[in-house]
């Protein structure tokens, strides 16, 4: 029996004992699934007896615990009621010494049997999250712990003796036991309890001078009771922190960083919103040309073969761009917003000065301006790093909503802009297609006026008081009566093993690397299909069809607007349907409408079709494979400046850029000024984003084992 069984039996009210983590046989059951001497079924059935009888102490320690809650906010509330009672006396003049003596004593006594109902409550926690996650860092290193599942709570588990290192922990429970597990990971009702008997006793010990020495050997006693339960509270608190439920609404956002801790939470519901307002903003301004370009092109006098080149501007100034947010993040956030919003403004105001001056080389500039406006990294940031758990998902799902408005909205601009009569203010003229530009200058000099005034620079924990008592680096992880740390006894490895923590991280990370790039892939290809088809619909349009750019932005809107009950709708079934299996559907169906979308407008019914399929299968997908890179990818990739949230943005505008190009180049090389030219077009674009689509999905059949989720 190693150290920690035997601090487990011992440290605990002996009539809990039989409440607490099976850790013994779990230990058992770890070894068991870990032996060499039986087939892959057996195998496969000993790690989900590991699972199951996991999966139960959890939910036997959280009922227990709900229990023991119950009791002490009960005893909370029954302690200021007797404290009104003893306050009462000691400030009567007409009450004796004999019975303020009485009522003071009575009153210690409560505070100590509080006491050490918290304390012993708050070591509960401490212990068994302590149990679980050696459990689980066992498990990691024999054999491999159950995937993460679906609409199922999965535990993250942090290894902090070897840096990067992170467990992750698939269960059968449900999303309701996680918020469950949440409470007791938090337990705030524990902390104020605590602060409660805290806050008396100091007042007890302040009317005692009243009662002279009368009392004291209890004062001593309680002295020793609070000196508990500050360790309780400190151990309890260190060991939930390296124990955390993921959220998938998070992971669909890009977003993979750990929650904040309650220090640093310091983002609120205003700088949520305007963050929000950021990106929806910036996703209306990219797609506000795609109705509009062939007709500025035209006027301009250059050739519809740019149309693509102007429009992946963005992207190109986008790429070092996001770098440049990401390294700025970590001295400010309102800065870089502020500058963004001012970058767009200039930018947009280019765009429309652009059409009068007839430049193309104007028209390319606008549009590298608009592309450094993009915030999207600081705005993923400030929810990674500043909002509380408990609004994460929330949070997460704000921002997601909100740049698929923005998408919708900026192509639906040009329908009412389409009414606009032309006029001229000095040297100034406005028309439908110049106007887009001055209505975005405007709504971002009002961001920029809310962002200036409004937005309150997210203070970081090292801001505020001297914290170092307790910090992680200054403090060890567990007491020197503690040290058989998780790698350490009961491993069943050497502890020089243990040590050679640096090789095994490497080892780790090359044996995620495969899964992690075939989902850049991914992303890449997401963003690569989805622009192909939203910069290139306003030719097939407008030459096969006639329609004006209001039609075609009505039609982009309509799409867009889709996507919200679409993704609601993704999100219900994926509580039922694993990443991996929606990404393979997803990836089928986007080959399917590119198949469809070659006939390149004949049928009009048959492109619109393959073009949802294309637009809608793609945007899903962004979300599915986002959720299942964090479960494939090496959790060092979540730190840090050049993390994966970085690296999916760059990997985005290089898919966006590359769809952009290759527009420009088909239609250089085949012409698009009459129906013939135009449907030669499609038949070479859609052609190669059909047999990407499909090189990326055989690529992804070939991965199949590397990304079970």
Known sequence: MDEFSQSLERDHPPEWSDDYLDYQSLQDKVEAAAASDHDEVTAQHRKDQVQTALDKDIKKIISFYRKQESAVQRNVHDLENSYRRTQDSMSDSQTDDTSKRQSYQAHLQRLQTSGEQVSNLLQYVSINVRGIRKVLNKFDRISSPQKPKDGCMTLQVERPHHAGSTTFQGTSLPKEVAEQLDDMFEHKSLGAAAATIKRQYTKLCKWQGKLGQTGHVANQQMDGVIHKLSRSEYWAQRNTDLVQTISKGERWAGIYEDAPGDDKASGGLLGLAINCACAALYMANYQLILPDIEQYLEHIGADSSWGGIVIGCCDVATLPGALGYSLWTNRSFKTPLLTAALVCIVGNVVYAVGYDVKALWILLASRLLVGFGS??????????????????????????????????????????????????????????????????????????????????????????????????????????????????????????????????????????????????????????????????????????????????????????????????????????????????????????????????????????????????????????????????????????????????????????????????????????TNASQVYSFGHYLFGLLTLVTLGNAAYFGSMWSRVSD
């Not at 110049?434 to 309150?456: D, E, R």
């Not at 040590?499 to 989902?519: R, V, W, Y």
């Not at 299968?617 to 400046?641: C, D, N, Q, R, W």
């Open 375 to 672: 915030a999207r990294t600081v705005n993923r940031r400030y929810i990674a790093d500043y909002i509380p758990k408990d609004e994460r998902t929330k949070a997460s799902a704000a921002f997601v909503t909100s740049s698929a408005v923005g998408m919708a909205c900026g192509p639906l601009l040009a329908l009412p802009l389409s009414y606009l009569p032309k006029a001229s203010l000095g040297p100034v003229n406005i028309d439908p297609i110049t106007a887009g530009g001055w209505v975005m200058s405007l709504l971002w000099l009002l961001f920029l006026v809310l962002t200036l005034f409004f937005f309150a620079e997210p203070m970081s924990g090292d801001d505020g008081d001297d914290h170092s008592s307790g910090s992680d680096e200054e403090q060890p992880l567990m007491s020197q009566s503690h040290s058989d740390e998780e790698e350490g006894n009961g491993s069943g490895r050497s502890q020089s093993e243990n040590d050679d923590g640096s090789g095994n991280d490497k080892q780790s990370f090359k044996e995620h690397l495969p899964a992690t790039i075939l989902m850049f892939c991914v992303l890449f290809l997401v963003e690569l299909v989805q622009q192909g088809f939203l910069s290139s619909l306003s030719t097939f349009t407008s030459k096969l069809y006639g329609w004006s750019s209001s039609q075609s932005g009505l039609t982009l809107a309509v799409y867009g607007f889709a996507l919200i009950p679409l993704n609601i709708a993704v999100g219900k079934a994926s509580d039922k349907v694993s990443d991996r299996s929606f990404s393979a559907v997803l990836l089928a169906a986007i080959a399917l409408g590119s198949g469809f979308c070659i006939c390149s407008g004949k049928p009009m019914w048959l492109f619109f079709l393959g073009g949802a399929f294309v637009f809608m299968g793609a945007m899903t997908l962004e979300g599915s494979a986002m959720s299942l890179l964090s479960k494939v990818m090496h959790p060092s990739l979540a730190e840090g400046t050049f993390n994966t949230g970085l690296l999916t943005t760059e990997a985005g505008g290089l898919g966006r850029l590359a769809g952009n190009l290759a527009i420009s180049a088909f239609s250089k090389f085949t012409g698009t």
